[in-house]
């Protein structure tokens, strides 16, 4: 069996029950919390094969509104909420695209030096490599967020903050939360940490969220390069949960500031190279 496969069978087993304790008339609490816990699981599997295409084709078909068929098409490919762009007088933004082009140009700046980097080196070389590689993946994200929103702006739509300076982060919590990558966040809260949150157990829904991003990134990984390099991946996103967590029983946002940047920073120097690996082995560096 496939993983594909195997992802489809549980997708539609998970429907299964769900729609089985929907339609029963005689529904004990036990048979409500498994409903609940079916539908809330094929939703999270549905995620992590389909992506972002699917949960915005789900949040069509949740949100009461009508929408345009040309609406529908162009919400579904958006990396962002289209619902909540505003329409606004078609300017050049200069600011966003030197921003962009900067990052841009240490993009390529990074991508060519681990590209000419001998291998060998020593532990000398892997920590430059990491420190490269974690640069890269920074300045890719930032620049196709300001370059994205110049474009729409041009065309007078929008589009609010999708990255929000994350290296000015004084705790894990606070980069992950509230500056990395915001379009990805507001999904992973709406359908992994919102379900448990309302049902009062708001760190089993910090802990999907984290596991849902994991899923995710190692599938993305695995389709490139395989399974174990894809484990080391998914590994990365965990641990950063259960940083999270640690870091709220230790009240790391309350510490001064400069304190609080130096948490932030040791973590991440001692996780990320799970995460640069095997990033820079999907793009063959």
């Given at each position: 069996?496939?993983?594909s496969l195997f992802h489809a069978t549980l997708l539609l087993v998970?429907?299964?029950?769900?729609?089985?304790?929907?339609?029963?008339?005689?529904?004990?609490?036990?048979?409500?919390?498994?409903?609940?816990?079916?539908?809330?699981?094929?939703?999270?599997?549905?995620?992590?094969?389909?992506?972002?295409?699917?949960?915005?084709?789900?949040?069509?078909?949740?949100?009461?509104?009508?929408?345009?068929?040309?609406?529908?098409?162009w919400f579904i490919g958006t990396v962002f909420d289209g619902r909540?762009?505003?329409?606004?007088?078609?300017?050049?933004?200069?600011?966003?695209?030197?921003?962009?082009g900067a990052f841009l140009a240490l993009f390529c700046v990074c991508?060519?030096?681990?590209?000419?980097?001998?291998?060998?080196?020593?532990?000398?070389?892997?920590?430059?490599?990491?420190?490269?590689?974690?640069?890269?993946?920074?300045?890719?994200?930032?620049?196709?967020?300001?370059?994205?929103?110049?474009?729409?702006?041009?065309?007078?739509?929008?589009?609010?903050?999708?990255?929000?300076?994350?290296?000015?982060?004084?705790?894990?919590?606070?980069?992950?939360?509230?500056?990395?990558?915001?379009?990805?966040?507001?999904?992973?809260?709406?359908?992994?940490?919102?379900?448990?949150?309302?049902?009062?157990?708001?760190?089993?829904?910090?802990?999907?969220?984290?596991?849902?991003?994991?899923?995710?990134?190692?599938?993305?990984?695995?389709?490139?390069?395989?399974?174990?390099?894809?484990?080391?991946?998914?590994?990365?996103?965990?641990?950063?949960?259960?940083?999270?967590?640690?870091?709220?029983?230790?009240?790391?946002?309350?510490?001064?500031?400069?304190?609080?940047?130096?948490?932030?920073?040791?973590?991440?120097?001692?996780?990320?190279?799970?995460?640069?690996?095997?990033?820079?082995?999907?793009?063959?560096?």
């Amino acid at each position: 069996m496939t993983l594909s496969l195997f992802h489809a069978t549980l997708l539609l087993v998970l429907l299964a029950l769900a729609v089985a304790v929907c339609v029963s008339k005689r529904r004990s609490r036990a048979a409500q919390k498994l409903g609940v816990v079916s539908a809330w699981g094929a939703q999270f599997v549905a995620l992590l094969v389909e992506g972002p295409p699917f949960v915005r084709a789900l949040d069509l078909y949740r949100d009461p509104e009508r929408y345009s068929l040309a609406f529908r098409y162009w919400f579904i490919g958006t990396v962002f909420d289209g619902r909540k762009v505003a329409r606004v007088r078609p300017q050049i933004e200069w600011k966003l695209l030197a921003r962009g082009g900067a990052f841009l140009a240490l993009f390529c700046v990074c991508f060519w030096l681990i590209r000419e980097q001998r291998p060998g080196g020593g532990l000398a070389a892997l920590l430059i490599r990491w420190l490269l590689g974690a640069a890269l993946a920074y300045a890719f994200v930032d620049c196709a967020a300001h370059f994205l929103r110049a474009i729409y702006a041009a065309l007078g739509v929008g589009v609010g903050p999708m990255h929000c300076t994350p290296i000015l982060s004084r705790t894990v919590q606070e980069f992950w939360g509230e500056r990395w990558n915001r379009p990805v966040h507001e999904l992973l809260t709406r359908y992994c940490f919102a379900p448990f949150a309302r049902r009062r157990r708001p760190r089993v829904g910090v802990f999907m969220a984290f596991a849902g991003s994991a899923g995710i990134h190692f599938w993305m990984t695995y389709a490139a390069i395989g399974v174990w390099l894809a484990l080391v991946m998914g590994a990365f996103f965990l641990l950063h949960g259960a940083i999270v967590l640690v870091e709220r029983r230790m009240r790391v946002a309350r510490w001064r500031g400069p304190w609080g940047r130096a948490w932030t920073i040791g973590c991440f120097t001692l996780t990320t190279p799970l995460f640069v690996e095997p990033g820079l082995r999907v793009l063959e560096l």
